[in-house]
């Protein structure tokens, strides 16, 4: 049976695209069956694998609200063992359509249930806010993957979101586990990432990935190109940063 | 390697199945569902999906539909679920005859087959109020983090 990781932060531009999109790379380098759902809906996600938006027919909108089978939205990327489930701006619509849906909240999690035999790794971009869609990102997860970014604000939204996850593992997901804290755009040189860097340990302990993503131009760049960095330049310090993190994915415990 | 548009195929199928969907006996289902269900259904039904699949070693059509059914459920003074009636409710009388039930007579129903149905109907009901009322909830506490 597959895992499923939802990376969540209701904060934007704490590196959660950047880490699915380089986190399935190097698990599918890893010869993983990886499946990544784009559930945001700007859909960096998909850009980000250099797939053309405006030349999809179906995406995961129409796969949340039930009017696509998961065949007819999985789309290929540039490395074989890696699918992607793409989204487009339409998805900010199911928020509103599945409002009135009893199963609202579990939509995700019923759309990806038969996948879980075909993908050992199913990774999920959450938005950028505490949404109905984040909401099933959370609800679809076996694991969450929690980005930090070195940064003062991030810090206090780092514990607002574990909060949050107590209350929906309690009442809506009861198999729910934090797979970790990841510390990203990390720059040794700047004094205030020391510091958020030593909070979170003080903090969080026994959450934080022992990998720390450094903030790096090729991870920064790598979008402009459509593809992962690990396939710009795999030993830059980003591709190996990515390498480590899913060792460490893939020793979790499932 | 792909000798056909799955495009066309697909089309083709859900058309074929929009054509059996559209002729089928509403008569005779509505029987099964009084007979087989203890349910009557209420109003105009909505087709909503169908699937071709294999069911018993068979091809099968398997349509989904969106009809109205009115429930009534019964409760004693204490609050203790009683039973669950529809209007439609039948059971199997001592003669072996069918029988529709009227007002008071349900509380005399004594049917395993009939109790197995009110039970799945209850749980059904349960199980919906409960994701709703868990999502409800757990929204009312997000939104309390910052102020207990």
Redesign the interface.
Known sequence: MGVVISIVSQKGGVGKTTTAVNLSAALAAAEKEVLLVDLDPQGNATSGLGIDKTKLKKSIYHGIIGDADPCEIITESSIECLKLLPARMELFRAELELMSRPDKEKRLLNFLAHLRGTYEYILVDAPPSLSLLTFNAITAADFLLIPLQCEFYALGAVSQMIQVVQVLKRRLNPRLRIAGILLTMFNPKEDSCLQIAESAREQFSNMLFKTIIPENSDLKNAPAHGEPVLLQDIRSPGSRCYFNLAEEILNLSH | MKIANPEIIRKGEQEFIKAIASNLDWDVIKEIFRKEHNLELEEAVKYKDAKIKICDNRIAFSLDFDVKVRLSVQLDRDGNYISVESPGVVHKSSKGEDEHLEGEGLSDVDSEELEASAGNVERQIET?EL??D??E??LE??GS??TN
Do not use: P, Q, R
């Open positions: 919906e994701l709703s868990e999502y909830k757990a506490e997000i983090i910052d």
